[in-house]
Antibody, heavy 122, light 107 residues
Framework: QVQLQQSGPGLVKPSQTLSLTCAISGDSVSSNSAAWNWIRQSPSRGLEWLGRTYYRSKWFFDYDVAVRGRIVINPDTSKNQFSLRLESVTPEDTAVYFCARAKFTSAWYDYWGQGTLVTVSS | DIQMTQSPSSLSASVGDRVTITCRASQTFKNFLNWYQQKPGKAPKLLIYTTSTLESGVPSRFSGSGSGTDFTLTISSLQPEDFATYYC?????????FGQGTKLEIK
């Protein structure tokens, strides 16, 4: 059974960096089939895919154009987890952030983290 | 990007009713259309993947169909636990876009 456990601060100041981690059990971040995704949800924007990482003999990264330039998704094989960094945040980045696994790169999201509400406020 | 448009955005129905939610894509694609159920304060839960395959453990009153740009989620006989918000999602190409959601409420 795959489990994803999110951690990270719930409050970030404007212009600073949002950092969240998703710890994986029951699968490997280095899996040659799975893909590891970050999604956020806000009342104004709904469910918004942010990006993903996956390993196919080398690491691949895809980011949504709306956050490209501010986002980094980083796999950590030593801890079997992946992280999200979103730089230069504004109040519009306030949302519930989720990590999720796709069984392969075009697959459905079968396992999700519990969600983290991140508020951007001074 | 493939845009996903769901309708209706909200729906009132009674226990035992049959309901259908529609998802329309901005361009045609094959198969990788998924449906999720979300309850307040929880992560989305996978119901149906690749248009019509029921996720393990999901009741058979849920079904999915469609092709091209038009897809539907049908609940054959609503149960009290089905009142929630439903989302479609395409995973055919990145970015993996979601519909805006359909909130199913008790009449």
């Amino acid at each position: 059974q795959v489990q994803l456990q999110q951690s990270g601060p719930g409050l970030v100041k404007p212009s600073q960096t949002l950092s969240l981690t998703c710890a994986i059990s029951g699968d490997s971040v280095s899996s040659n089939s799975a893909a590891w995704n970050w999604i956020r949800q806000s009342p104004s924007r709904g469910l918004e895919w942010l990006g993903r990482t996956y390993y196919r003999s080398k690491w691949f990264f895809d980011y949504d154009v709306a956050v490209r330039g501010r986002i980094v998704i980083n796999p950590d094989t030593s801890k079997n987890q992946f992280s999200l960094r979103l730089e230069s945040v504004t109040p519009e980045d306030t949302a519930v952030y989720f990590c999720a696994r796709a069984k392969f790169t075009s697959a459905w999201y079968d396992y999700w983290g519990q969600g983290t509400l991140v508020t951007v406020s001074s | 990007d493939i845009q996903m448009t769901q309708s209706p955005s909200s729906l009132s129905a009674s226990v035992g009713d049959r309901v259908t939610i529609t998802c329309r894509a901005s361009q045609t694609f094959k198969n990788f259309l998924n449906w999720y159920q979300q309850k307040p304060g929880k992560a989305p839960k996978l119901l149906i993947y690749t248009t019509s395959t029921l996720e393990s453990g999901v009741p058979s009153r849920f079904s999915g169909s469609g092709s091209g740009t038009d897809f539907t989620l049908t609940i054959s006989s609503l149960q009290p636990e089905d009142f929630a918000t439903y989302y479609c999602q395409q995973t055919y190409s990145a970015p993996h876009t979601f519909g805006q959601g359909t909130k199913l409420e008790i009449k």
